[in-house]
């Protein structure tokens, strides 16, 4: 028992040491705690975000580079992930508040197809809802490995900034308005 334990343990403390790369991540008891969040060489803040077309949840394609010239905030979620329940709502708030300036979209991550569709409907998620094959390829160029995980994109293509694990809807008033100025958005 002591060994299913330590190895998990174990193999957690390597990787948190071979990365290097450490963000704050908000947890329920607002206790701060580090993980490595990203590979530094995929979309990096001030490096042009991947591009990339996916099937959305209504059935239709959208593609990234189709939403330039508006700053774009991605999230990616999963059905099976409770904070992303959560969040969603939230950024749907600001979808709503900021439409003619702003893109919200959220992209799937290790979920299956059905599932997605029918988290973000019962949500009343109206911003697109982009459905990546369960092995996430997207999520793979943008060095997500854990989610709730959001990106933020100006207008030019250009990342921002990314949040890592849940926030508020105070969390982000900040950095949406960094976005929408076209600037590196303040650390949340």
């Excluded at 990787?15 to 995929?42: E, F």
């Excluded at 439409?99 to 109206?126: E, M, N, T, W």
């Excluded at 999520?139 to 997500?144: L, M, P, Q, T």
Aim: aromatic residues 6%; contains cysteine.
């Amino acid at each position: 028992m002591v060994a299913s334990i330590a190895i998990p343990a174990g193999a957690l403390a390597l990787i948190l040491v071979h990365d290097g790369t450490h963000a704050r991540v908000p947890t329920a008891s607002s206790a701060p705690t580090t993980v490595p969040p990203t590979d530094k060489t995929k979309a990096r803040v001030g490096t042009l975000a991947p591009d990339f077309t996916l099937p959305t949840a209504d059935g239709k394609g959208l593609s990234l580079s189709a939403l330039r010239g508006h700053p774009v905030v991605i999230a990616f979620f999963a059905s099976w992930c409770h904070p992303c329940e959560e969040e969603l709502p939230v950024l749907e708030a600001f979808a709503q508040a900021d439409a003619p300036r702003l893109r919200v979209i959220a992209v799937s991550f290790q979920d299956l197809k059905s599932d997605s569709v029918a988290f973000v409907r019962r949500l009343g998620v109206a911003f697109p809802a982009l459905l990546d094959d369960p092995s996430a390829p997207v999520a793979a160029r943008y060095g997500v490995r854990g989610i709730p995980q959001t990106i933020f994109v100006d207008g030019r293509g250009i990342v921002r900034g990314r949040v890592y694990g849940q926030t508020s809807h105070a969390d982000l008033q900040p950095a949406i308005q960094d976005l929408l100025r076209g600037v590196n958005i303040r650390p949340v």
